[in-house]
């Protein structure tokens, strides 16, 4: 055959982009493999590695979307999402915040994930550098990179209740500068950004011209009396948000958006290519979520995470092993392990292997100091809370 | 404040990124939203202009995804879909095309868009080029260019039954040229690529070292006898399929894609990072598609689907708009328009304002020719489809 001669194999590879090794796994899912097969050998595993609230999703949000399917809403939508789901939304920033959100500048997206691919697509080209924090959730990074663009990374430390310092930012930028990307309440950390902190981080990325972007995905299940959103501070915020954690709907796959006003139209664009519409079920169930009934679940299921939260935040710190900083906000503690490894993979593994308690190793949130922390969700129950800290307190006697 | 002694305002733009100004916006949703105020004002429409069954979804998938919620499954799955799930489309697999497709290269994928996000960011990147038929579903084209990436548009002629040749890809293939993206059934032209063709085209790929992507979404609803999958053909294709379409799954956002073996870990963890997973309730209700009261009903509208378009052909055709080649799969007839118009946009302006018919202009799908071509939709009642007929027939009578 002809096209032989002409291949020009030797200079095209024909694999995966080259620029995919730098989007890491996960090692949670390795530790939730294999504390499964553990379980499966009859062991009983303490799971304190998982990101997900272990109550199923409560029946009013459950109900709406089984009529919703008697109904036939089994369609697409509109690709920026159902007109009363974003009314209802506007008006939980009016409650919440007391802030004034055209529901136009929201977007109804597939989970969380949806909005933060449409924001790396909208904000982001090849060549960029976009500041985020270390540790942070791991998968903005890898958008970044998937956008041929570079994450540039700011340490943050645990005496600094792990918040970024303006002369950090100020450092790091530089002409290919073109955005800050924050979590609060911040994944692994369990540390929020405080309305004094929030509002200098604003002022500068306003003052140097870079987009603004927060992770609030946590909001909702947090422990401060005050928890600004990005957009009390800076009315430009890009915002994500997700009906995942406070509401409970991990599996249903859906979150959203605010933008401000001059991107709507952009981000709408966006959304028609890159996932059409969320799920219309997942939509009409979500409207659920705004009913005097599911509210008094849902608080009540803050609460149930507050008591846990207080309960294991203190065991912790009895057994030797305390929060890096004050637990403010979602259902993680990070802790410093450095007492009794130099390697928090290898502390991670015993721990499991030996004492049947499985947690995250600091590597998956970043490269900084990520040796010597390990991220602990309290999203398991209180019995099972009580039985790790007794597994904890055997092993770390033998290490310490 | 200092910082602004600092801006580098001046050669950053706070806006969105430049890129973006080549993805385009379909014309089709104004198209739409057009006909929606028209009907507001009390004018019945014909939509041929919409790419959805116009059914619900059957009862049996409905069925399987209330039990799901009654039963809890409303959290995370793995990231690839649920086990069952990949079993079932693995036997479809061997029952339509008589091939072995292990469940481990299918990953679940929060419909064809998430599968087709996936497969770019899984292996195009800056720089690189891709080879995409025009016309064709423009989103992939975007994705591209998302990637910082350029599609290498090939024109397919309604006189070659909107094939590409071999010629043509011989032609435009360089050293940055990572692959080319097909469609069989195509939209917006309904024609499928016949197994011959569809074997060039898959050993050029393998010669030149070119990835061979193949959109078979419209597959089942196909209107001939033997329509190949591309793992027929080329057992390294990467294949993106949904349940929108044959199984009427539109709103509920699911599909799949298949990877070859090399590739499942690296696009494993692109799946962890891009969505987590689909729609649990989504992936149980899918279950119940895979039953004999299911299957049942989906031949029975891929029946009526293939009445309606053996009705809305021939009326075309002696209306004098005859479809511009055979409409052997899919729910779309192409039609060129020339003979009426030099400007299909606002042909379908006129259609639309003046007649109370909606469709959507070529220039949606590409550049080659689109100015001559319309899409016209069978995803309405045969009476609605009469009533278009009737309305088009008396526009085309005023213009010839």
Chains 1, 2 share one sequence.
């Not at 939980?92 to 004034?100: A, E, N, P």
């Not at 597939?110 to 998968?139: F, K, R, W």
């Not at 705004?290 to 609460?303: C, G, Q, S, W």
């Not at 993979?345 to 390990?374: H, I, N, R, W």
Request: aromatic share 10%; proline share 5%; net charge neutral.
């Amino acid at each position: 055959m002809d096209y032989v001669d002409k291949m020009r194999g030797s200079i095209k590879t024909p694999f995966a982009r080259k620029s995919l090794k730098h989007v890491n796994s996960f090692k949670a899912m390795d530790v939730m493999r294999r504390a499964s097969e553990l379980e499966s050998s009859g062991r009983k595993i303490i799971h304190l590695e998982v990101g997900e609230p272990d109550f199923p999703t409560v029946a009013p949000i459950v109900d709406a979307a089984k009529k919703a399917l008697d109904e036939g809403l089994t369609q697409y939508t509109s690709p920026t999402g159902i007109v009363d789901l974003k009314y209802r939304l506007s008006e939980l920033y009016s409650r919440r915040h007391g802030l004034s959100v055209s529901p136009e500048r929201i977007l109804i997206t597939p989970g969380a994930s949806g909005g933060l691919v449409l924001l790396a697509n909208l904000l982001v080209e090849a060549g960029d550098e976009i500041l985020i924090t270390d540790p942070a959730y791991p998968c903005v990074r890898n958008f970044i990179r998937l956008m041929s663009a570079t994450p540039r990374l700011i340490p943050i430390d645990a005496y600094r209740n792990f918040r970024p310092m303006v002369s950090q930012l100020e450092k790091a930028n530089n002409s290919s500068t073109k955005g800050i990307w924050l979590a609060s309440p911040n994944n692994p950390t369990g540390t929020v950004l405080d309305r004094e902190t929030l509002t200098k981080l604003a002022v500068w990325a306003r003052a140097t011209n870079n987009h603004f972007l927060v992770d609030e995905i946590y909001h909702g299940l947090h422990y401060v009396s005050d928890l600004p959103s990005a957009l009390e501070v800076e009315s430009k915020s890009f915002v994500i948000n997700s009906f995942s954690k406070y509401f409970g709907m991990t599996g249903w796959r859906l979150g959203w958006i605010v933008v401000p006003d001059e991107y709507v139209q952009q981000a709408t664009r966006l959304a028609q290519n890159l996932y059409i519409c969320a799920s219309s079920i997942s939509q009409y169930g979500a409207l659920g979520a705004f009913t005097p009934d599911a509210e008094i679940l849902l608080e009540h299921r803050r609460n149930e995470f507050n008591q846990r939260r207080v309960y294991f935040c203190n065991a912790l710190s009895e057994i030797g092993l305390p929060p890096a900083a004050s637990v403010d906000g979602a259902f993680y503690v990070y802790a410093d392990i450095s007492h009794f490894s130099d390697n928090s993979q290898k502390f991670c593994q015993l721990m499991l292997e030996k004492y049947g308690v499985a947690m995250t190793p600091g590597a998956d949130f970043g490269e900084y100091k990520s040796d010597q922390y390990v991220r602990m969700s309290f999203t398991t129950s209180r019995d099972n809370l009580e039985l790790g800290i007794e597994r904890l307190q055997l092993a770390l006697e033998s290490l310490g």
